[in-house]
């Protein structure tokens, strides 16, 4: 799957219909870094979803269907921070990851989308092809949705 491909991919899950130049820069960038760090996800999320904001400020609290990810505050820059450092440090596999992230939910939005970038990072950089199923991934979060 082509760069160009795993992005209108991630879009359509999000209903989103086409691909801007800047997302397709912003992804090289990303898969480039050695390192990833809550800095470098916010600029992702600033690309894909302008409006968006990590939820460090109290009151930033959203639900997804039947979830309610951490409230808002600064436990959820701290809790990014910790998963970002288990993920460099090789303990969670590209599927536990992204689990751990879509619950912890850490923007207002664009989580879908950075989620699946974190885990496109990851596949990369265990050399791992970048091979994305639309249903593969609806299935996935549908049984850990059943779990909360």
Do not use: C
Request: no cysteine; net charge neutral.
């Amino acid at each position: 799957m082509t760069p160009l491909q795993f992005i209108e991919e991630s879009n359509r899950i999000e209903g989103i219909e086409g691909v801007t130049i800047e997302e397709v820069k912003e992804f090289k960038r990303f898969m480039l870094l050695d390192e990833i760090t809550d800095t470098e996800l916010e600029k992702f999320v600033s690309i894909y979803q302008p409006k968006a904001k990590l939820r460090d400020t109290f009151g930033l609290n959203v639900k997804v269907g039947g979830h309610f990810p951490p409230s808002g505050g600064p436990d959820i820059r701290i809790a990014l921070r910790g998963l970002l450092k288990d993920i460099q440090v090789g303990q969670l596999t590209p599927w536990e990851a992204h689990v751990r992230y879509e619950s912890l939910h850490p923007f207002t939005d664009g989580n879908g989308r950075s989620g699946r970038m974190l885990w496109a990072w990851q596949m990369g950089k265990g050399g791992l092809g970048l091979g994305f199923l639309h249903a593969f991934y609806y299935q996935t979060l549908e049984n850990k949705q059943r779990a909360w």
